[in-house]
């Protein structure tokens, strides 16, 4: 069965410092997503994309934060000047269309330290 | 405003018991579309079912089940004969109309099944 897959599954990186966290999301799926979660809190949106364009973006996605698909592939979710706050759950996902179910990926645990 | 509310922060039961779990929605939008997810403590995200706002048949899958009901915004979710690996956090969530992606979450229900 198909899946999304996330790389790395743990980062841990110094404040101030830039990460890229990659995703293979489902090969026929058009709508792809970055969410995060903060320990012990509830899934946030953090950015949706579709057809090479951001199709919207929340309040948490601000300039630190871009996202690129920079082949037929991969779709990265890069922060550019880490916070402490950033520490998180990554998760990326993935639909066949836009109301459709999102599958997730397992997750990139970003610790910034 | 579009809000999902989860009011069960934690839910502890014995395993064959049955338990079910709440969750009640805001939206304006008149098509919408209703989720389930599981959060196992392995982290993932398992996807359990998905409802659109103009189905409002009860979804029976094996041990879950589903109870949509509009008249009180409510997509309730019942395991019945609980067993210790439906031990996880589970999510409602709400796409609205005028989304371009975003799921909403509620703040989950930690459900614990002890042997």
């Known amino acids: 069965e198909p899946e999304v897959t996330q790389t790395p599954s743990h980062q841990v990186t110094q404040m101030g410092q830039e990460v890229i966290l990659r995703c293979v999301p489902i090969?026929?799926?058009?709508?792809f997503y970055w969410y995060r979660q903060i320990l012990g809190q509830k899934v946030e949106f953090l950015v949706s994309?579709?057809?090479?364009?951001?199709?919207?973006k929340s309040e948490i996605f601000d300039d630190q934060f871009s996202v690129e698909r920079p082949d037929g592939s991969n779709f990265t979710l890069k922060i550019r000047s880490t916070k402490l706050e950033d520490s998180a759950m990554y998760f990326c996902a993935s639909s066949p269309g836009l109301s459709y179910e999102q599958y997730f990926g397992p997750g990139t645990r970003l610790t910034v330290t | 405003a579009q809000k999902v509310t989860q009011a069960q922060t934690e839910i502890s039961v014995v395993e064959k018991e049955d338990v079910t779990l709440d969750c009640v929605y805001e939206t304006r939008d008149t098509t919408y579309y209703l989720f389930w997810y599981k959060q196992p403590p392995s982290g993932e995200l398992v996807f359990l079912i998905r409802?659109?706002?103009?189905?409002?048949q009860n979804e029976i899958s094996g041990r879950y089940s589903w109870n949509f009901q509009k008249s009180t915004s409510s997509f309730n979710f019942t395991i019945t004969a609980s067993q210790v690996v439906d031990s996880a956090v589970y999510f409602c969530?709400?796409?609205?109309?005028?989304?371009?992606?975003?799921?909403?979450f509620g703040k989950g229900t930690k459900l614990s099944v002890k042997p």
């Open positions: 994309f579709y057809n090479n364009e951001i199709s919207e």
């Open positions: 409802r659109n706002s103009f189905d409002e």
């Open positions: 969530a709400l796409f609205y109309g005028g989304s371009q992606g975003n799921l909403i």
């Open positions: 090969s026929n799926h058009l709508y």
